[in-house]
């Protein structure tokens, strides 16, 4: 093996851990979001209100959910609209 297409291995390599941090990040998020509604019995109010406290406490252990933090946002926007007939 060459040096190139050892260098090409490793950065490979590299992508694909990062890739596969991340799509187990956004999987984590889509889990705690369909049990949040499972354990409310579709409650949406209560769901929202149990992610929010999730989203919260991975943030304050440093571990933050990108899924669970833009489905939070867009969802409260969501709301807001329907809030105001918009």
Do not use: C, W, Y
């Not at 579709?42 to 959910?65: C, H, P, V, Y």
């Amino acid at each position: 093996m060459t040096l190139e297409e050892r260098e090409l291995l490793e950065i490979t390599a590299r992508s694909l851990l990062k890739l596969e941090k991340d799509i187990l990040g956004r999987v984590a998020g889509i889990e705690a979001v369909l049990h949040a509604f499972f354990v409310t019995e579709g409650n949406t109010a209560l769901a929202l209100a149990r992610l929010r406290i999730q989203a919260d406490l991975l943030k304050m252990k440093g571990t933050r959910s990108p899924f669970l933090n833009s489905f939070l946002e867009k969802i409260s926007a969501d709301l807001e609209r329907r809030d105001h007939g918009t």
